[in-house]
C-alpha cells in the first residue's frame, strides 16, 4: 500500500548528539513537509520541501536541518543546537498534481526524548 | 504566524452529538481542516471545507463555517467510543503551502 513511513517510532538521544529522523513515502508526492508537536500544543512547521533539491523554513527551523536528494526522501537531522528537542515529530506529504488533491498527508510520527 | 483556537477538551456520551469549535484570524484563509489523531499516531484528515462555503456534510460529519465571525465547527452525529481522539483545526491558503493547526480538542466519549 503507498503511504509514509516514519522510522524509528522511538528515538533517544544524547546530549550533544545529533540524529536524524527518516521519512519515506511512496505515494510520488512532490512536496514533503516536517512538523513539531509538543503536548497540549498544535503542530509547528520546521521544514518544507515543494520539490527535490529546494526546501524551506518553517516557522521552528533553528537546531534543525533537512535534506531532499530524492523525491521519497526527506529526512530531517536534530542537531545539538536544538536545546529541547524532545517532542514528536511528524512528517507529511501532498502531490501537487491533478485535480481533486487531497491535503496533507502524515505519517505516524517518532517520538524523540533525551536521555 | 496565524492563529488558530480551540477549546482543549469535550467530553460527551455515546450516542450524542458533539460539537468542536475552531476560530482563526486570518481572513485570506481559503481552506479549513478537520484532523483526527489517535494516541502515539500521526494526523488523519476527517475533513476540509473551501472557505466560499457555508456547511459541508460527510456521513457523520457536518462542518459548519461562518467566515464573517472566522468560526468553523465540527458536528460529529452519533459519536461512538471510537471517535475519542483528538481534533485538530487547521487553515491554509491552500494545500501546498503552510498549515497553521490549533492545539487541538482531546475528546472523551464515555459509554
Known amino acids: 500500500d503507498g503511504g509514509i513511513t516514519q522510522s524509528p517510532k522511538y528515538l533517544f538521544r544524547k546530549e550533544g548528539q545529533n540524529v536524524t529522523l527518516s521519512c519515506e513515502q511512496n505515494?510520488?508526492?512532490?512536496?514533503m513537509y516536517w512538523y513539531r508537536q509538543d503536548p497540549g500544543q498544535g503542530l509547528r512547521l520546521i521544514y518544507y520541501s515543494q520539490i527535490v533539491n529546494d526546501f524551506q523554513k518553517g516557522d521552528i527551523a533553528e537546531g534543525y536541518s533537512v535534506s531532499r536528494e530524492k523525491k521519497e526522501s526527506f529526512p530531517l537531522t536534530v542537531t545539538s543546537a536544538q536545546k529541547n528537542p524532545t517532542a514528536f515529530y511528524l512528517c507529511?506529504?501532498?502531490?501537487?498534481?491533478?485535480?481533486?488533491?487531497?491535503?496533507?498527508?502524515f505519517g505516524d510520527g517518532t517520538r524523540l526524548s533525551i536521555l | 504566524g496565524e492563529d488558530v483556537e480551540q477549546s482543549l477538551f469535550l467530553s460527551v456520551r455515546e450516542g450524542d452529538s458533539s460539537v468542536i469549535n475552531c476560530t482563526y484570524t486570518?481572513?485570506?484563509?481559503?481552506?479549513l481542516y478537520w484532523y483526527k489523531q489517535e494516541p502515539g499516531a500521526g494526523l488523519q484528515l476527517l475533513t476540509y471545507i473551501f472557505s466560499n462555503m457555508d456547511m459541508k456534510q460527510d456521513q457523520r460529519l457536518t462542518v459548519l463555517l461562518n467566515k464573517k465571525d472566522k468560526h468553523l465547527s465540527l458536528r460529529i452525529a452519533d459519536t461512538q467510543t471510537g471517535d475519542s481522539a483528538i481534533y485538530f483545526c487547521a487553515e491554509s491558503i491552500d494545500h501546498f503551502n503552510k498549515f497553521y493547526f490549533g492545539s487541538g480538542t482531546k475528546l472523551n466519549v464515555k459509554p
Open positions: 486570518d481572513s485570506s484563509s481559503t481552506y
Open positions: 507529511a506529504s501532498f502531490s501537487t498534481g491533478g485535480l481533486g488533491n487531497q491535503p496533507q498527508h
Open positions: 505515494l510520488n508526492h512532490d512536496a
